[in-house]
T-cell receptor, first 112, second 115 residues
Framework: AQSVTQLDSQVPVFEEAPVELRCNYS??????LFWYVQYPNQGLQLLLK??????LVKGINGFEAEFNKSQTSFHLRKPSVHISDTAEYFC??????????FGKGTRLHILP | GAVVSQHPSRVICKSGTSVKIECRSL??????MFWYRQFPKQSLMLMAT?????????EQGVEKDKFLINHASLTLSTLTVTSAHPEDSSFYIC???????????FGPGTRLLVL
């Protein structure tokens, strides 16, 4: 069975500082990995996805993530955050079948 | 990117009534649509998967007679919450895709409040 662990429920970071949101997954088969962002009272927006190929994936809004198979991780990073990055971030995994399994989310707080 | 809309964005209803939520793919044909439920400050939980023209597949623990899903066309799926109760109050989000290899695109969500 697949699962996703986001260890940090909240991450505070100062504006213009770098940030890393951690995600670990477990799966017995090949995986597809995703990061989604959810702004207050809105649906989910895809930030980036890893399907195959290069392990460093670049997404929208300056975010990137690196797939590490040996550590079963897919951490999300941004070198300099902005106040508009305040949101909930969800890591998700799929084996290519219908289901996407979501992590519990990490709330990113940008401090002025 | 692909656009998915939901209507209404929020709805308040009385206990015992039924509420219909629409999910539309605006610029692509969605062979598969998904319905999720999100409780406050929690993750999304998949309720059911619907393929156009066939019956929806419900996740364990989701009552199919209470949450009626119809996917009558390639651009529209509906979720009807029948005989709604206050515990059905939640944020309902749909997503859609057109092939099994494609990413799911999410709607903006519908906030349901049952009084």
């Amino acid at each position: 069975a697949q699962s996703v662990t986001q260890l940090d429920s909240q991450v505070p970071v100062f504006e213009e500082a770098p940030v890393e949101l951690r995600c670990n997954y477990s799966s017995s088969v090949s995986v597809y990995l995703f990061w989604y962002v959810q702004y207050p009272n809105q649906g989910l927006q895809l930030l980036l996805k890893y399907l195959s190929g290069s392990t460093l994936v670049k997404g929208i809004n300056g975010f990137e993530a690196e797939f590490n198979k040996s550590q079963t991780s897919f951490h999300l990073r941004k070198p300099s955050v902005h106040i508009s990055d305040t949101a909930e971030y969800f890591c998700a995994v799929s084996d290519g079948d219908d289901k996407i399994i979501f992590g519990k989310g990490t709330r990113l707080h940008i401090l002025p | 990117g692909a656009v998915v809309s939901q209507h209404p964005s929020r709805v308040i209803c009385k206990s015992g009534t039924s509420v219909k939520i629409e999910c539309r793919s605006l610029d692509f044909q969605a062979t598969t649509m998904f319905w999720y439920r999100q409780f406050p400050k929690q993750s999304l939980m998949l309720m059911a998967t619907s393929n156009e023209g066939s019956k929806a597949t419900y996740e364990q623990g989701v009552e199919k007679d209470k949450f009626l899903i119809n996917h009558a066309s390639l651009t529209l799926s509906t979720l009807t919450v029948t005989s709604a109760h206050p515990e059905d109050s939640s944020f309902y989000i749909c997503s859609a895709r057109w092939t099994s290899l494609e990413t799911q695109y999410f709607g903006p969500g519908t906030r349901l409040l049952v009084l």
